[in-house]
């Protein structure tokens, strides 16, 4: 079993910056056999990819929605994966959620593609 316990999020005006933190925990886990996602889910709105550190190379795919304005990040070592978010936008506000899914190299823009999944850190971003 993987426990994902996400930190960071918070309110802030448009135009700032927050980074969210994923730790990873769990019996004989190694992080580098983990694509790592980051999704969010505003209200009334289905959840969204929003950006991926694959398992194999941790190549890093984008949203296009957040293309340019956010970062993912791993550190293995640290059973940690990241999210910098520049220039946010009121349709920013959402649920991240961080998720990761065991050696996955298909699908990595769909949620069913992931086994584990955080409780999710709420980010508002005022206009």
């Known amino acids: 079993q993987v426990q994902l316990v996400e930190s960071g999020g918070g309110l802030v005006q448009a135009g700032g910056s927050l980074r969210l933190s994923c730790v990873a925990s769990?019996?004989?886990?190694?992080?580098?056999?983990?694509?790592m996602g980051w999704f969010r889910q505003a209200p009334g709105k289905e959840r969204e990819f929003v950006a991926v550190?694959?398992?194999?190379?941790?190549?890093?795919v984008y949203a296009d929605s957040v293309k340019g304005r956010f970062t993912i990040a791993r550190d293995n070592a640290k059973t940690s994966v990241y999210l910098q978010m520049n220039t946010l936008k009121p349709e920013d506000t959402a649920v991240y959620y961080c998720?990761?899914?065991?050696?996955?190299?298909?699908?990595?823009?769909?949620?069913?593609?992931?086994?584990?999944w955080g409780q999710g850190t709420q980010v508002t971003v005022s206009s």
């Open positions: 769990g019996v004989a886990f190694s992080m580098n056999m983990y694509t």
């Open positions: 550190s694959s398992w194999s190379g941790g190549s890093t």
């Open positions: 998720a990761a899914g065991y050696r996955k190299n298909v699908g990595l823009g769909l949620h069913t593609t992931y086994t584990y």
